[in-house]
């Protein structure tokens, strides 16, 4: 019996040794993991070529190229940036930047590409980036930022999708901002997504992209120490604990389906022309940098008592 329990041990230590060094992996995988992640997606669609309705200096593409240009060149190099852009009359590969590293080169080349053509396939696309996003996701283990930033200037030609697909990209906790350049009425989407703004001039199109972008790293919910405690002090223990339960549990990373989910639950939102506060809901690389430092904690703390006790 006492050669079971011995091996019994010895398993169990092997198992909790081998999750701790993965833990630890994890933990130091600093560069690979903590890396924010926005795919822009650009409206190609023919009306884009059209002059601003009170400044006719540029067409809407021009402007967009430009302001795209100006922002995104000087984000942190250790951004990941996507450039998806719908319609246009050049365009071979919807993906005229593929989401991955910054290289400032190529992307510029990448933004001055589309030409415009064609109508406006919202839904089509914001899927195809979310889904991007969400593969991304997991190879980071769910830590860093995720994004689309749309920028259209007309109502999507496939309005059932966009209306389908938002609220799963927004319950799967990926940020939507969008700008609605030079139109006469708000988009569809100016009250359910996480933040909207009008662009009704070249200058205020580069205000928008940049007050945008400049919020890239502050969608994460990291509370710690004598914090924490106050947070959660107010509250009743059943809400207590579904507190904590929703801040261990990642995001689902499961794409977005073509067909409508029966499980999806609209997230409601209020208009915004800036960032929201995040929800409790939102996994920050804090918070799963806490989890682990349990896991490793109690690994060792169960290591340490067995081998105390098999040492009498």
């Not at 019996?1 to 198992?15: D, G, P």
């Not at 940020?175 to 009704?200: C, E, F, N, P, W």
């Not at 200058?203 to 947070?231: K, M, N, P, R």
């Not at 339960?245 to 208009?271: D, F, G, H, W, Y």
Request: charged share 20%; with cysteine; hydrophobic share 40%.
């Amino acid at each position: 019996m006492k050669r079971i329990i011995t091996a019994n041990s010895s398993l169990l230590f092997i198992f909790l040794l081998s999750l701790l060094v993965f833990g630890l992996q994890i933990c130091s995988a600093d560069d690979d993991i903590h890396k924010d992640n926005i795919v822009v997606i650009l409206d190609a669609s023919g009306s884009m070529q059209d002059k601003f309705s009170g400044d006719r200096t540029k067409s809407k593409m021009e402007a967009a190229k430009a302001a795209l240009q100006e922002v995104l060149a000087n984000i942190p190099d250790d951004t990941q940036i996507g450039l998806l852009v719908f319609s246009g009359a050049n365009i071979s590969n919807e993906w005229v930047y593929p989401l991955g590293p910054k290289d400032t080169q190529k992307l510029v080349t990448a933004i001055h590409l589309p030409q415009p053509s064609g109508d406006t396939p919202l839904g089509k696309y914001i899927r195809i980036g979310a889904n991007r996003l969400l593969e991304q996701r997991e190879r980071q283990y769910n830590y860093g930022n995720y994004r689309l930033l749309v920028v259209t200037d007309g109502e999507a030609s496939d309005a059932d999708k966009v209306k389908h697909y938002t609220p799963e990209i927004l319950n799967r906790q990926i940020r939507i901002d969008v700008i609605g350049v030079d139109m006469k009425t708000d988009h569809m989407l100016a009250k359910v997504v996480d933040s909207y703004r009008k662009a009704d001039n070249p200058g205020e199109l580069v205000a928008a992209v940049s007050q945008i972008l400049a919020e890239t790293g502050d969608t994460g919910t990291d509370v710690g120490g004598e914090d924490a405690f106050e947070y959660i002090a107010p509250l009743s223990p059943e809400i207590a604990a579904d507190l904590i339960q929703r801040l261990t549990t990642p995001p689902s990373n499961t794409s977005i389906a073509v067909k409508p989910m029966e499980t999806t639950r609209p997230r409601t939102t209020t208009p915004s022309t800036s960032s929201k506060t995040p929800t409790p809901q939102q996994q920050g690389p804090g918070n799963q940098g806490t989890l682990w430092f349990v896991v490793i904690l109690i690994a060792l703390s169960v290591i340490g008592f067995l081998i105390f006790r098999n040492r009498k």
